[in-house]
């Protein structure tokens, strides 16, 4: 009984600490694998420490419902969850479908960079010059794909209409870029 105490302490002050930011089936492993040491048992009692694990990880960071859309009041654990099971998923697909070897490590770091900023302080900013995003002349491509792919993913994904240059609304460019009028 101690010993399942002592791992309810141990992994609850590893998330306090902030040792477990994204939990893995391998972190409730770790205090389950050592109670079973400490009280040196036989292997057939080592098995039940293993299932007072299940307890103890509810000590680890809180888990959050993921929302259906963006939204602005989202906090933090909310955001993150939304970018990672509703988001990541479908952009993946079609960055990868575009390019796999180019991003074949499609990730967080893709769009936020190594520092997690914002998408508008990472990524390229883009230029409007006479009403029109310069991009689309400079760099037809991926501007084309970026137009015809990864907005329309990205603004379904946010639960939002694709930005529609009539009315001005919606999810656009600028829902990622910081665009620098000219």
Not at 105 to 133: A, R, S, Y
């Amino acid at each position: 009984m101690r010993s399942r105490f002592l791992s309810a302490v141990l992994v609850a002050a590893a998330s306090a600490a902030g040792c477990s930011q994204t939990p893995s089936p391998s972190t409730p492993a770790s205090p389950a694998s050592s109670a079973p040491a400490a009280t040196s048992a036989a292997p057939a009692a080592s098995a039940a420490p293993a299932s007072s694990a299940a307890p103890a990880t509810s000590a680890a960071p809180e888990k959050v419902a993921t929302p259906t859309a963006w939204a602005k009041g989202l906090s933090k654990p909310q955001q993150i969850a939304f970018m990672k099971e509703v988001v990541m998923p479908r952009m993946t697909k079609v960055f990868q479908g575009a390019d796999a070897k180019k991003y074949a490590e499609f990730g967080c770091k893709t769009c936020h960079g190594p520092e997690f900023k914002e998408p508008d302080e990472f990524l390229p900013h883009l230029t409007m010059k006479n009403g029109k995003i310069t991009a689309f002349a400079d760099k037809p491509a991926v501007s084309k794909f970026m137009a015809e792919k990864v907005v329309p993913e990205m603004a379904a994904a946010m639960g939002m209409k694709p930005y529609d240059p009539k009315t001005h609304e919606g999810f656009g460019c600028a829902g990622c870029h910081k665009i620098d009028q000219q």
